[in-house]
C-alpha cells in the first residue's frame, strides 16, 4: 500500500516524492509542500519559503526598532548645545547638537562676518597718501589712486599746470623741433604693428582712438643727440619704443609712468 496515500484516489506511494509526482501529473495539481509560520496554511512552493502571501509576510515580519536590517542600536539621547533641551537623534545619520525646536527656528545658524578684514575680498583697507601738492592726508581704497594723489580738484589742476609747463608740455614750442632722423618712419610703422594698433597701457585700441597711437621713446632722441657715445639712429629700436595713446604719451612725457613699467609693458629690459 505505502506510507504516503493520494487525497485524491487514495493510491499509495513508499515515498512523498513519488506521492507528488503522480498527484502534478495525474491530477494537475501540486501538493502543499510548506506550512504559513503566520496563518499556517499550507500551500506549495519549490523553493524555501516561510509565508504564503504577502499579507502574511507584511504580518510576520516587522521592520521596527530591532527587527529593521539596518537597525544599530536605535536613537540616542543628548542634550541641545543652544537651549540645554534634551531629545533623541540617530547617531547613524549625524551627531546630535542642537533640538528641532532651534533647528526649525534657525538659531543654530550664525550670520557670516563680512565687515573688514573678515571679508573674502578683504585687500587692505583703504590707505592714506600725501596729496601730491598741498600734503594733506587722503584716505581712498587703492583703487581711487591713480599715480598721482591729489586732494581736490584745485590741486590737481596746479599739478598739471606745473607738470605740463614748458617744456615738458607735449605742444612746447620754446625750443627747436627735434629732427628724429633717419629710421624714424620705419621704426614708428614696425611699433605700432608690434603693439596691435592699440595703447599698451591703458589698452585703448586703433579703432576707439579714431587713429593710430602715438609712439614714444623710452630713452629720448636728444639723449642720443647729446651723447658722445651714440648717434640719433640709435634710438629709433624696437626695445626703445612704446605705443601710447596722446593722454599716456602725456604721462610718460612727464615723468608719470616710470621707464621700468614702460619697458615691461614690451617685454624687454635694457640697460643705458
Known amino acids: 500500500m505505502g506510507d504516503h496515500t493520494c487525497p485524491e484516489c487514495g493510491r499509495g506511494f513508499e515515498t512523498q516524492r513519488g506521492l507528488s509526482v503522480h ?60 537651549c540645554d533641551d534634551s531629545f533623541e537623534y540617530y547617531p547613524s545619520e549625524k551627531q546630535g547638537l542642537y533640538c528641532p525646536t532651534c533647528v526649525e527656528t534657525e538659531q543654530w545658524q550664525t550670520p557670516p562676518k563680512t ?4 571679508n573674502c575680498l578683504w585687500s587692505g583697507g583703504k590707505e592714506e597718501r600725501p596729496c601730491e601738492m598741498c600734503g594733506t592726508l ?74 593710430n597711437p602715438d609712439v614714444h621713446h623710452i630713452v629720448p632722441v636728444r639723449w642720443f643727440v647729446d651723447s658722445d657715445d651714440h648717434e640719433r639712429r640709435d634710438a629709433h629700436t624696437l626695445d626703445n619704443v612704446i605705443s601710447l595713446c596722446r593722454a599716456c604719451h602725456r604721462r610718460a612725457e612727464g615723468g608719470n609712468i616710470s621707464d621700468g613699467t614702460l619697458r615691461s609693458l614690451i617685454g624687454t629690459e635694457r640697460a643705458m
Open 115 to 118: 565687515e573688514g578684514k573678515d
Open 23 to 82: 498527484h502534478t501529473l495525474i491530477h494537475g495539481d501540486s501538493l502543499p509542500n510548506r506550512e504559513c509560520a503566520q496563518c499556517g496554511e499550507q500551500f506549495h512552493c519549490e523553493y524555501e519559503k516561510k509565508y504564503c502571501s504577502e499579507e502574511c509576510l507584511a504580518e510576520g515580519v516587522s521592520f521596527a526598532g530591532a527587527d529593521n536590517p539596518n537597525y544599530s542600536g536605535g536613537k540616542e539621547q543628548t542634550a541641545c548645545e543652544l
Open 138 to 211: 587722503i584716505e581712498r581704497w587703492p583703487s581711487e589712486f591713480t599715480d598721482v594723489a591729489c586732494c581736490g580738484e584745485e590741486c590737481r589742476s596746479n599739478w598739471l599746470s606745473e607738470t605740463f609747463t614748458g617744456p615738458n608740455h607735449p605742444n612746447w614750442k620754446g625750443k627747436e623741433k627735434l629732427v628724429y632722423g633717419p629710421g624714424w618712419d620705419r621704426i614708428r610703422r614696425q611699433a605700432v604693428e608690434r603693439d596691435e594698433h592699440r595703447c599698451l597701457f591703458c589698452e585703448t585700441t586703433r579703432a576707439e582712438l579714431g587713429q
